[in-house]
């Protein structure tokens, strides 16, 4: 146990997923993983393990922002000795040709700040994913026949941004879409020599103002959870 898990350390595998929001892992362990059981429940943070095509698979929830992320995949890595930490979660498209259901596979996430920028302190440390799982993941989304992007992405350390400053440049710059976790979560991996990835589905769009109706997000984001696990085992 932990101060934020409550699992026992068998009860988490060496493969985790890290959706933000708790109930939607939930609805992963449900719905793709077999023999699936709660492990975690402290503070509302739900996570389960079971497994999938025989291998065990802990889906974690993260939390929202970086700083919460932080928190779970710290324990993860530093407690239970997780080795492939993969963020499942929605993200704003940013570019005109990323539509609304597509798939983003993060190859780097910028940032301006977050948990780890203060040991940085003057580098702009760049923040990236993990190969081999970013390789496994375009051959699982290429196998699906799913629109996949990959490239850059933007993690915010705020929700409600008032900076259509730095939104002209990122898109200019070719940023594919905006989430809060990521750019974290590459950092951690890297500096406890873990693999990382991140696999978005785009939710909503910041050009267009289209957005994911809420009753369609469970089917849309089965594509992306099914492409992290083909991923992680690869």
Known sequence: ????????????????????????????????????ELVNEVRGMLGFTGTWKGNRVTIQ????????????????????????????????GMQPHVGIRDVIVAMTASTI??????????????PCADYGL??????????RGTKTHVGGIYSSD???AERPDLDEQMVRHGILGVEMEAA???????????????????SDHLQTGEALP????????????????????A
């Open 158 to 160: 705020v929700f409600y």
């Open 1 to 36: 146990m932990t101060v934020h898990i409550g699992a026992k350390p068998d009860q988490i595998a060496q493969t985790v997923l890290m959706p933000g929001d708790p109930y939607r892992a939930r609805w992963a362990a449900e719905t793709f993983l077999e023999g699936a």
């Open 184 to 202: 974290e979560l590459y950092t951690l991996a890297a500096r406890h020599k873990r693999r990382a990835l991140a696999v978005l589905t785009v």
């Open 113 to 126: 700040t977050s948990p780890s920028s203060g040991i940085f302190r003057e580098m702009n440390y760049a």
């Open 61 to 92: 929830g993260s939390g929202m922002g970086m700083p919460s992320l932080s928190i779970y995949a710290n324990e993860l890595i530093r407690d239970y000795d997780a080795q492939t930490l993969i963020r499942i979660g929605s993200c704003g």
């Open 134 to 143: 970013l390789a496994a993941a375009v051959r699982a989304a290429e196998a």
């Open 214 to 233: 809420a009753e369609d997000r469970e089917k849309s984001f089965g594509d992306m959870v099914e492409i992290a696990l083909e991923a992680a085992f």
